[in-house]
């Protein structure tokens, strides 16, 4: 069976979510580019299994809150690559639990600077090379929303939860821009997850303290968020766009 010929490129793969969407994506066809900030063995772990997979592959350093390491990541994947058909729009921050009124400016800008402009940059890059308006073949964008844009996360990320607000309406806006080019902008809207976000946050124990509070009484794993987000890349998905999908047991 002749192998597909599309190409994805994910942000924050090294880990988490983005790597377990690495992997499925090698499983299902696709090259995979694999973007990462500072965790280099991360990212060459998921390459690892990637390639393992049969998908040319390869790593892209650079932090997505700096325009010029945006602008380079993309530079360096058009030189590796013949062509864009998906970004998977991952990276992201969270920081340790507090109240509003105790975190200082350069939390709140950092948070910001990430998570809402940063994956801003890297969808813009993205319809420039999808977009048929730009001479592009066409293609998906998947941003990485959090059920916290819902939720809040009231004494702990209010923050976080903002900036993935951010997320849920400039996936709506920027899906009416460039529809009819051709590209498609859809998220999801992941709940209890087992990754190590949790521990980076402050809460290693996050998911079973409150797996209770779960309709399913459990939390989920990386790798049921990268079968959503392999739906919403695929020909099954032809006819969505703007949407974002919760992927929470129900909570």
Known sequence: MARKTK???????SSGIG????VLASKSGYDVGIQYNSDLKGAQLVAQMCEQ????????????????????????FDAAFPQMDALV??????DKPQRVEEMSYERLRRMVDVNLIGAMMVAQ???LRMSKAFGGDGGVIVNTSSAAAR?????????YAATKAGID???????????????RVVAIRPGLIETAIHAKGGLP?????????????????????????LFLMGEGASYITGTTLDISGGR
């Open 7 to 13: 190409t994805v490129l994910i942000t924050g793969a």
């Open 19 to 22: 790597a377990a969407t690495a």
């Open 53 to 76: 997979e049969g998908a040319i592959t390869h790593m892209f350093q650079g932090d997505v809150s700096v325009e010029a390491d945006v602008e380079r990541i993309f530079e360096e």
């Open 89 to 94: 729009n991952n990276a992201g921050i969270v």
């Open 125 to 127: 890059q993205g319809v």
């Open 151 to 159: 939720l809040g996360s009231a004494g702990q990320y209010v923050d």
């Open 169 to 183: 309406i400039f996936t709506k806006g920027l899906s009416d821009e460039v529809a009819a080019d051709g590209v």
């Open 205 to 229: 124990d996050r998911c079973d303290d409150l797996a209770d509070t779960v309709p399913m009484k459990r939390s989920g794993e990386a790798e049921e968020c990268a079968h959503a987000i």
